[in-house]
Nanobody, 115 residues
């Protein structure tokens, strides 16, 4: 059983930066595909970025060039560096762990970007 705890959210002005962290417990962290999703008010949850066990990365078009996902398998951590934030990035950000036979979600951390 994997448990995920996000941190690092908060209020930031447009153009600013935040770094989200996700701490994972449980075994076989390095085998997981780790992802960050977000859900804005009144909208569906969407994939923001994902990193595989082989460190292959995917970014949604809306965040390409501004966000960077990374992982530290020794610490069971995954990060999302968010730069040049925009008001439309305002959402609850969720950490996700995925591998064959298992999917886990954190409870989310709120990011609010003011204009």
């Amino acid at each position: 059983q994997v448990q995920l705890v996000e941190s690092g959210g908060g209020l930031v002005q447009a153009g600013g930066s935040l770094r989200l962290s996700c701490a994972a417990s449980g075994s076989f962290f390095s085998s997981n595909v780790m992802g960050w999703y977000r859900q804005a008010p009144g909208k569906q949850r969407e994939l923001v970025a994902r990193i595989t066990s082989a460190y292959s990365k995917y970014y949604a078009d809306a965040v390409k060039g501004r966000f960077t996902i990374s992982r530290d398998n020794a610490k069971n951590m995954v990060y999302l560096q968010m730069n040049s934030l925009k008001p439309e990035d305002t959402a609850v950000y969720y950490c996700n762990a995925d591998r064959v036979g298992m999917t886990a979600w954190g409870k989310g951390t709120l990011v609010t970007v003011s204009s």
